[in-house]
């Protein structure tokens, strides 16, 4: 499991790689966090639990990224460390955590929704790649 | 962007021809060299909206238009009421986004003796960056109020003055907003976000106007040199990032079923006239009314906090411009007058001299068009340019658009020396991230002053007055 974040013109792309699509995933949830704060900072101590459904993969990464979204803005929190279970279109999932704590984790951007663009949920060989643009 | 695949109108004016699925042209406006910069996703993207149904005109971009989601930000399109649609991506996540801008009628000296208190009362008081909330929390009835009166409603509630009212587009509240239209989620996420800057390129400044290009159409907007103005870049924060999410979502699902075959998923949109796009409409126009509270709230508790070292002043308000927005309005087309619905996604209404929607005292010049800058170099005020609305629905860009990605940014500066460095030009720096100070650094944007001359050039807006920042508070 791997993750990076990708330029985009005005905002940030979040990219996952991963053996199962829900690793893939995970990994995406986390270059997420890293657009905001370094993931490393953040303990998780606390977890949350979330599960969506989609018509397809892709919109389902959006749902998940959105979901984390919504739970960080309403809870004040940001994860570190992701358990994602995916079968059948559907999404369950356990978001590990802290408050925000601004001094240590220097967030440096909220980030507004998860965007069609850039939308990629695919398999290449024994892995699954799993990205778009996120706003901030 | 490859210059050869499209045809010059002029030296600020290129057309996309219509080719494929297009129904109209693309038209962007720009010189040679912001053009030549501009990624070939907005050329792709222009002609993308060009296909959608119902789409009149052309389907524009403006000078500082970059790669956004199925629209280019910095694209303008009007679509008919009958056979158009309305684009949840094409109004954006941060719904009526948006500049407003306060004179105080004080000489950079007066602020210049107090420049660092005054930087961290206004950073003490104007929760700015991620996870701050406001004072204020509603009652889900207050939230229903807040979400149909917008301004109104705040200065109702003693936030801010009535005159302001006049000042704001939509004379500070849009009509037929629809709460009920909004999810549950959406107003959780604006619970405690009331009152709120945000974060990213969202800031509050103390700006200097540095230099007059205008000094008539100036003195009418209450501009003078040498004397200091603030400016407030923020949204509609959770409330219209939520309804972005909600609706992008729906209305991509929707489309095949609506008849509605899309060349890129991300311009997901709606017939104006189905149910869908009816709701879309009503929460968009709450997510309006929320960013124009919000900015009101925010302007009051920046009034405070000016009170606080210069009892006299009272701050009124220059204007209030949104820029991601999708606006019901008349214009003229082939000489018959039509209603029309106009997204602007990262580009500002730029009504010329004489229109009727401009508050009487602005009406002969123009309406105030505000571009923000990077905040370490210069925001702009502009008017809405005679025969404006001819070029692009009466529409001008918005900003500078960055250079650089965030991540090249805080490879390339700290935070810690960006903050030295503007303090030792004279711009203090208040913000809770480091990280978000790198990545928002002044060289991280393109050069507004370019954006803002093909905008003059090309006639979209004449230029008025650049402001230069003392303190700039960053979320």
Redesign the interface.
């Known amino acids: 499991m791997r993750w990076e974040?990708f330029?985009?013109?005005?905002d940030?792309g979040v990219r996952g790689f991963g053996a199962t699509l829900g690793e893939a995933f995970a990994a995406a949830a986390t270059a997420l966090t890293a657009?905001?704060?370094d993931p490393h900072r953040v303990t998780p101590r606390e977890s949350v639990a979330i599960s969506c459904a989609a018509?397809d993969y892709e919109?389902l990464l959006?749902?998940w990224l959105?979901a984390l979204?919504?739970e960080m803005?309403?809870r004040?929190m940001l994860f570190s460390h992701f358990e994602v279970e995916i079968a059948d279109l559907q999404l369950m999932a356990q978001a590990f955590g802290e408050p925000?704590d601004?001094e240590r984790h220097?967030?440096?951007?909220?980030i507004?929704?998860?965007?069609?663009?850039a939308?990629e949920v695919s398999r290449h060989g024994d892995e699954w790649l799993a990205q778009c643009?996120v706003?901030? | 962007m490859e210059l050869k695949s499209l045809i010059q109108r002029s030296e600020y004016e290129w057309e996309v021809p219509k080719e494929g699925a297009m129904r109209v042209p693309g038209v962007i406006f720009a010189d040679r060299e912001l053009l030549a910069a501009m990624?070939e996703?907005v050329r792709e993207q222009v002609a993308n909206v060009a296909k959608l149904p119902g789409i009149v005109g052309a389907s524009y971009a403006m000078p500082d238009a970059?790669?956004?989601?199925?629209f280019p930000?910095g694209g303008v399109a009007a679509f008919d009421p009958d056979e158009g649609g309305i684009s949840a991506?094409g109004v954006?996540?941060?719904i009526s986004c948006g500049v407003r801008c306060l004179l105080t009628g004080l000489a950079r000296q007066e602020v210049e003796r107090v420049q660092a208190e005054l930087a961290d009362r206004l950073f003490a008081r104007i929760p700015a960056?991620?996870?701050s909330?406001g004072a204020i929390r509603l009652s889900d009835a207050e939230m229903d109020a807040m979400l149909v009166g917008g301004a109104r409603w705040a200065v109702e509630h003693g936030w801010g003055r009535r005159e302001d009212l006049a000042r704001i587009e939509e004379g500070g509240c849009v009509a037929a907003a629809d709460p009920q239209a909004v999810s549950a989620?959406a107003k959780?996420?604006q619970?405690d976000e009331m009152g709120t800057l945000?974060?990213?390129n969202h800031y509050l400044e103390v700006q200097e106007v540095a230099e007059i290009f205008d000094a008539e159409t100036a003195a009418a907007f209450g501009l003078r040199l040498g004397e200091i103005v603030v400016s407030i870049h923020c949204g509609s924060r959770?409330l219209g990032?939520?309804i972005?999410?909600d609706y992008?979502?729906e209305m991509?699902?929707a489309a095949p079923a609506q008849g509605i075959s899309l060349p890129?998923?991300?311009l997901?949109c709606a017939p104006l006239s189905s149910p869908l796009g009816k709701r879309y409409l009503g929460a968009m126009r709450a997510g309006i009314n929320c960013a124009l509270a919000n900015r009101q709230i925010l302007t009051h508790l920046t009034r405070e906090v000016f009170t606080e070292f210069f009892p006299a002043t009272t701050l009124p308000l220059l204007y209030d411009v949104s820029h991601n927005t999708c606006k019901e309005e008349m214009h003229e087309i082939d000489g018959r007058r039509r209603r029309l619905f106009v997204h602007r996604k990262g580009a500002t209404r730029a009504f010329g001299p004489g229109h009727p929607e401009l508050p009487p005292e602005f009406r002969a010049y123009g309406q105030p068009v505000l571009i923000g800058g990077s905040m370490g170099t210069a925001s702009w005020v502009l008017a809405g340019a005679a025969g404006g609305e001819t070029r692009a629905f009466g529409s001008a860009c918005h900003g500078a658009?960055?250079a650089m990605?965030?991540?090249?940014a805080?490879r390339r500066y700290s935070g810690r020396k960006i903050v030295d460095e503007l303090a030792a030009r004279g711009i203090l720096i208040r913000s809770?991230?480091?990280?978000?100070v790198?990545?928002e650094a002044p060289f991280a944007y393109k050069d507004v002053t370019a954006v803002v001359d093909a905008a003059h050039r090309a006639g979209l807006a004449r230029k008025v007055a650049r402001l230069t920042p003392l303190i700039c508070i960053k979320?």
């Open positions: 974040t330029a985009h013109d005005a940030v657009v905001i704060t018509p919109l959006v749902d959105n979204i919504y803005a309403t004040h925000i601004v220097q967030p440096a951007a909220e507004k929704g998860a965007s069609f663009c939308l643009v706003d901030v | 990624d996703k970059h790669w956004g989601y199925g930000i991506g954006g996540f941060d960056g991620v996870g909330t989620q959780k996420r619970r945000g974060s990213g959770g990032h939520q972005g999410t992008l979502r991509a699902i890129d998923r991300e997901a658009g960055r990605s965030r991540h090249e805080t809770p991230s480091l990280r978000g790198a990545e979320g």
